[in-house]
């Protein structure tokens, strides 16, 4: 499974965004697709997922409200819409996939539990 990553930029803060993400390869109809991110001199951690089947979102806490993840109907891409941009959402954004149903929010928010990593695209949201 290849994942790549578009849609990032430099935004003022209250911006809105809308990060993509393709996967391709050996895709499934089941498992789970998530964003993390990881600004500078800061550990990667985790922003959303979501789950096939069934399509349950997870949305971390530090962005709930303001972010929100959706996927198209092949299941092969997936979104993440960020309204009302902060500065401290500056990262580089990378999407996650496996084959596996997580169906906790432990387990979609561990990077451990991805086996597929795009390459990440740069989100700036200046003041």
């Known amino acids: 499974v290849q994942l790549q990553a578009s849609g990032g930029g430099l935004v003022q803060a209250g911006d809105s965004l809308r990060l993509s993400c393709v996967a391709s390869?050996?895709?499934?109809?089941?498992?789970?697709m998530g964003w993390f991110r990881q600004a500078p001199g800061k550990d990667r951690e985790f922003v959303a997922a979501?789950?096939?089947?069934?399509?349950?979102?997870y949305v971390a806490d530090s962005v709930k409200g303001r972010f929100t993840i959706s996927s198209n109907s092949a299941k092969n891409t997936v979104f993440l819409q960020m309204n009302s941009l902060k500065p401290e959402d500056t990262a580089v954004y990378y999407c996650a996939a496996d084959r596996r149903t997580y169906i906790t929010s432990d387990s979609v928010s561990r990077d451990g539990s991805y086996d597929y990593w795009g390459q990440g695209t740069q989100v700036t949201v200046s003041s």
């Open positions: 390869g050996r895709t499934s109809s089941s498992g789970t």
């Open positions: 979501i789950t096939w089947p069934g399509g349950r979102t």
